[in-house]
Every structure is written in C-alpha cells, then in structure tokens.
C-alpha cells in the first residue's frame, strides 16, 4: 500500500495561528520535508513538538533532485509531511513538483488549511473579493514586468501579488503606469504580525509612499480593470487601452477594433482619439 503526501499550512506570522492538526502530522509523519529546517526547528519547538520521522529539506535548490527520493518514500508506504516557510506549500512556494509527481503514481494527496497571506490580504483590502487572480511574483526585470502586467490590464477580477520590500516602489509605480494612477490598491505588510500594516489609496499615492523604503513581507492587492460604460471613457482612456494592447503586440488597426468593441463605441471615434493624441504628442507613435 502506497503512502500519503501531506500539504501543510504555517503560520504566515502568529504562530498561535497554526491548526492544530500541524502538530499531530508533525509528531507523526514518517518524513517530514522543509522549506528550512531551521525555521521549521524553531516552529516545532514554539508548538511543544518533537517530530519523530526523518527531517529532510525541500528548497527551490534541490526541488529537482529530491522530489524523487519522496516519491519513492511515498511509494513505500511512508506519510511524508510537506511544509514551507509560511502559509501553504505550493503557493509561491515549493511543492508542485511533488504533488504532480506522487499524482502520477497515484499516491494520495491531501492536506491541512492554514493561514494564507493571499486569502488574508483579500479580505482586508477593502477591494471586491467574489472573483480573484493570484499572481504570485512579478518578474524582477522592468521590461518584463511590465509586460506581465500588460497582459493583465484589462482584467476585471480584483489581482493579488507577492513582492520583495525592496522592489515595491518599482512595482507600485509600474502597475500606476499600466494599470492607471488612480487604480485603487492596498499594500499589506507583515500580515499577523507585530507590526501589521495595510496601506490603502490609488496606485500613485501608494508608489509615493513606498519610494520612502518599506519593510516586511509584502502582499499587493489591486482592484480589477472597471467595466466603464461608454459615457465613462474620455478620449485619454481610450488612448491609453489602444497603448497597452500595442505594446502586448496587437496592430494598431487591431487594437483600436478591440477597444471599440470592449467600450462599446464606433471604430472611428477610438481611431479619432489617437489620431488626436498623436498629434498632441501624447499618443502611439
């Protein structure tokens, strides 16, 4: 008989937050794989637990290399408890190639909830929360994270991102650029923990205030793309989507049909903005 993978939530700060069956599949798992073992040493002690399985770590580096190695414990009858650093495995973190390799040899998967910094920071954005995108991390060069974000511009469901302190500023202000100054957005820092911080405003104020420095773990979420109706869009809003489709690759012709249509307007009005604005010097060249 084959074994059980075990996808387990950790506290993403307070650790009294932990379920607590973390505790019971950490006295008893067979194997228990950790994004950090010191941080999981300081996890089973804060909850009173001594595992009595093989502690073994599971990083980004060796991912590759060892998802087999648990395959085959799992394959053996061994119940192999996976955690990462906070929240759940999988989600930004290691474990999709475990769970993907032990479901193609039709070993059981299953899981304990636990704190998520995505569902936490939803719902304390203040932001519409019935239909939702994660994100995850944005790419760390500017070309390509705009171009991320341009693929996502006229997404209607509210979007949530993970992102470095140090590379919030950039990020802000590239999503202010993309997805309008006043998009409105909340930027939760160090969810659960001491010094918790929700900052709420349009993406232009939020960029102003992180260019100062922020500290913590950062959870970006931001309202979806507004289904305007055609008295809504001015000349500039029209330009501005006719912009982000060209520059995600679409031809102008194409790009002015599309827009036409999502807003509900003649071609030639959406042709005569940019015509406009080109002249102007503040439209596609």
Request: aromatic share 4%.
């Given at each position: 008989?084959?074994?059980?993978?075990?996808?387990?939530?950790?506290p993403?700060?307070?650790?009294?937050?932990?379920?607590p069956?973390?505790?019971?599949?950490l006295?008893?798992?067979?194997?228990?794989a950790?994004?950090?073992?010191?941080?999981?040493?300081?996890?089973?002690?804060a909850?009173?637990?001594?595992p009595?399985?093989?502690?073994?770590?599971?990083?980004?580096?060796?991912?590759?290399?060892?998802?087999?190695?648990?395959?085959?414990?799992?394959?053996?009858?061994?119940?192999?408890l996976?955690?990462?650093?906070?929240?759940?495995?999988?989600?930004?973190?290691?474990?999709?190639r475990?769970?993907?390799?032990?479901?193609?040899?039709?070993?059981?998967?299953?899981?304990?909830?636990?704190?998520?910094?995505?569902?936490?920071?939803?719902?304390?954005?203040g932001?519409?929360?019935?239909?939702?995108?994660?994100?995850?991390?944005?790419?760390?060069?500017?070309?390509?994270?705009?171009?991320r974000?341009?693929?996502?511009?006229?997404?209607?469901?509210?979007?949530?991102?993970f992102?470095a302190p140090h590379?919030?500023?950039?990020?802000l202000a590239?999503?202010?650029?993309v997805?309008?100054?006043?998009?409105?957005?909340?930027?939760?820092?160090?969810?659960t923990?001491?010094?918790?911080?929700?900052?709420?405003?349009?993406?232009?104020?939020?960029?102003?205030?992180a260019?100062?420095?922020v500290?913590?773990?950062?959870?970006?979420?931001?309202?979806?793309?507004?289904?305007?109706?055609?008295?809504?869009?001015?000349?500039a809003?029209l330009?501005?989507r006719?912009?982000v489709?060209?520059?995600?690759g679409?031809r102008?012709?194409?790009?002015?049909a599309?827009v036409?249509?999502?807003?509900?307007?003649?071609?030639?009005?959406?042709?005569?903005?940019v015509?406009?604005?080109?002249?102007?010097?503040?439209?596609?060249?």
């Open positions: 008989m084959t074994g059980t993978l075990v996808l387990a939530g950790t993403i700060g307070d650790v009294s937050d932990a379920p069956r973390l505790a019971e599949e006295a008893g798992a067979d194997v228990v950790a994004e950090d073992t010191r941080r999981l040493r300081r996890l089973t002690q909850l009173g637990v001594t009595r399985g093989r502690v073994v770590s599971y990083f980004e580096g060796n991912e590759s290399a060892r998802t087999p190695e648990l395959v085959e414990e799992l394959a053996g009858g061994a119940r192999v996976l955690v990462t650093d906070a929240g759940m495995p999988s989600v930004s973190d290691p474990g999709y475990l769970v993907a390799a032990a479901v193609e040899r039709d070993i059981k998967v299953t899981a304990v909830p636990g704190p998520s910094a995505v569902l936490t920071a939803l719902a304390l954005s932001l519409p929360v019935d239909r939702f995108c994660f994100e995850g991390f944005l790419p760390r060069k500017a070309g390509e994270r705009l171009g974000l341009r693929e996502v511009a006229e997404e209607r469901r509210t979007l949530v991102y992102e590379r919030l500023d950039d990020t590239a999503m202010a650029e997805f309008g100054a006043e998009r409105r957005a909340a930027v939760c820092r160090e969810l923990k001491t010094y918790e911080e929700v900052r709420r405003g349009p993406l232009a104020e939020l960029a102003a205030w260019a100062a420095g500290r913590g773990e950062i959870t970006v979420v931001v309202e979806g793309a507004r289904d305007k109706g055609p008295e809504e869009l001015d000349a809003e330009v501005r006719v912009r489709r060209e520059e995600a679409e102008r012709k194409e790009a002015i599309a036409a249509v999502e807003a509900g307007l003649p071609k030639r009005q959406v042709f005569d903005a015509v406009a604005a080109k002249s102007a010097g503040t439209g596609p060249v």
